[in-house]
């Protein structure tokens, strides 16, 4: 089972920054891609970035210029600088891995608990 454990939202202000980190472990054999998607009550969950294991990386149109998506592949890793916030930003936040659990297993995604990002004066 693979397990991922978010960290970093919180309350800021327009035009502000946050930094999102994502870490992956338990049963890892590979991982593909990684990323991150948000939420609001009431509409479906959206891709904000993922980055595939060689850098490849797909920003949503909201975000480019604004957030910047990286991971350390050493370390199953994954963040998300999010700059210039705006309140339309405000979301839960979730990470995603997309990864072979072992050598047999299939490719699965997975996703973190989630975590609140609101950007509000």
């Known amino acids: 089972q693979v397990e991922l454990v978010e960290s970093g939202g919180g309350l800021v202000q327009p035009g502000g920054s946050l930094r999102l980190s994502c870490a992956a472990s338990?049963?890892?054999?590979?991982?593909?891609?990684m990323g991150w998607y948000r939420q609001v009550p009431g509409k479906q969950r959206e891709l904000v970035a993922r980055?595939?294991?060689?850098?490849?990386?797909n920003h949503a149109d909201a975000v480019k210029g604004r957030f910047t998506i990286s991971r350390d592949n050493a370390k199953n890793t994954v963040a998300l600088q999010m700059n210039s916030l705006k309140p339309e930003d405000t979301a839960v936040y979730y990470c995603?891995?997309?990864?072979?659990?072992?050598?047999?297993?299939?490719?699965?995604?997975?996703w973190g608990q989630g975590t609140q990002v609101t950007v509000s004066s």
């Open positions: 980055m595939s294991r060689g850098g490849i990386t």
């Open positions: 338990g049963s890892i054999f590979s991982i593909n891609d």
């Open positions: 995603f891995v997309e990864a072979l659990a072992s050598r047999w297993s299939r490719l699965a995604a997975y």
